[in-house]
């Protein structure tokens, strides 16, 4: 191909790309701004559209927020919940960059691979499993719900864990340092998988069986714990 014929099909192939991508403020002004305000200024309750200031919640936020599908919410009165995001992979890094500008904490990066199962089933049981209970299965909290972790990545735990959304607390350092954090992922990932007990899947099948079936899981993942803990014994 000769170099001009070249630049003309690259020029065509990236010109519409270069187009359609939007920008992470576009996106902001198209998806958020009626909640958020401008700049991340925050809409105080009273009307309809209503939203916290995001300035200072960082990437942190706006990638645990994103990437869960939290938001955007239909109606600001409404808990968020887990659901597959309107966005694609390039815009979602673009409002999490752009909500990052705005300053506050980067996405964290957990290392659950340095974390102990032992210490996490401890740290788990201590802080969490009053809401989601001790197998990482959702709950119901006064005013809201607490959902499983089924699907919760180790950097949504983290972010979570620092956010504290809606209802949950926020946990700071001193309370659960990154380490502690870890230990706690490494649990969580082994109640999300406990040996072919079908996983998670079986929740489908309704609130009575599901409960039911929740205790069969979480002492199936206690037991699962138990021989991880006792196999490292020395
Ligand atoms: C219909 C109103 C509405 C829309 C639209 C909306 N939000 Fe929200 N947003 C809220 C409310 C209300 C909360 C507080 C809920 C909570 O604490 O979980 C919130 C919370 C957040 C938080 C957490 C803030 C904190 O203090 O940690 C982030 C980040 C966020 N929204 C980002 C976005 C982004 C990005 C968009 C656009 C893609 C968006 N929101 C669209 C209403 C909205
Ligand atoms: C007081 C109850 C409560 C406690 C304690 C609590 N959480 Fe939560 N958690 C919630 C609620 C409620 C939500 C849903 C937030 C929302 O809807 O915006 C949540 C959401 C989450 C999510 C996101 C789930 C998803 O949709 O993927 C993770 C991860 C999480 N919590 C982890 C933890 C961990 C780890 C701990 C302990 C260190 C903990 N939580 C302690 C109530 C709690």
Request: glycine share 14%; hydrophobic share 40%; proline share 9%.
């Amino acid at each position: 191909m000769r170099p001009t014929v070249l630049i003309v099909v690259l020029v065509a192939l990236l010109v519409p790309q270069l187009g359609g991508a939007d920008s992470g403020a576009d996106l902001y002004l198209q998806s958020c701004v009626t909640c958020h305000g401008r700049g991340g200024s925050g809409v105080p309750p009273g009307g309809k559209h209503f939203g916290p200031p995001l300035q200072g919640v960082g990437a942190q936020a706006a990638d645990f927020y994103l990437t869960t599908g939290y938001m955007p919410v239909q109606r600001a009165d409404q808990e968020p919940v887990r659901k597959s995001s309107p966005f694609s992979d390039a815009e979602l890094r673009s409002l999490v960059q752009f909500i990052g500008s705005f300053g506050g904490p980067p996405v964290p990066h957990p290392r659950p691979e340095r974390g102990s199962v032992s210490e996490g089933l401890e740290l788990f049981t201590a802080n969490c499993a009053g809401c989601h209970q001790v197998a990482a299965e959702g709950g119901l909290v006064v005013g809201g719900t607490a959902p499983t972790l089924a699907d919760s990545t180790p950097i949504q735990i983290a972010e979570a864990v620092r956010i504290g959304p809606y209802l949950m607390p926020r946990f700071t350092r001193k309370q659960l340092d990154d380490r502690q954090v870890d230990s706690i992922i490494r649990y969580v990932q082994l109640a999300q998988h406990p040996d072919d007990r079908g996983g998670w899947g079986i929740g489908h099948l309704g609130p009575i069986p599901e409960g039911l079936v929740a205790w069969l899981i979480a002492g199936a993942a206690l037991v699962g714990v138990a021989a991880v803990i006792g196999g490292r014994a020395p």
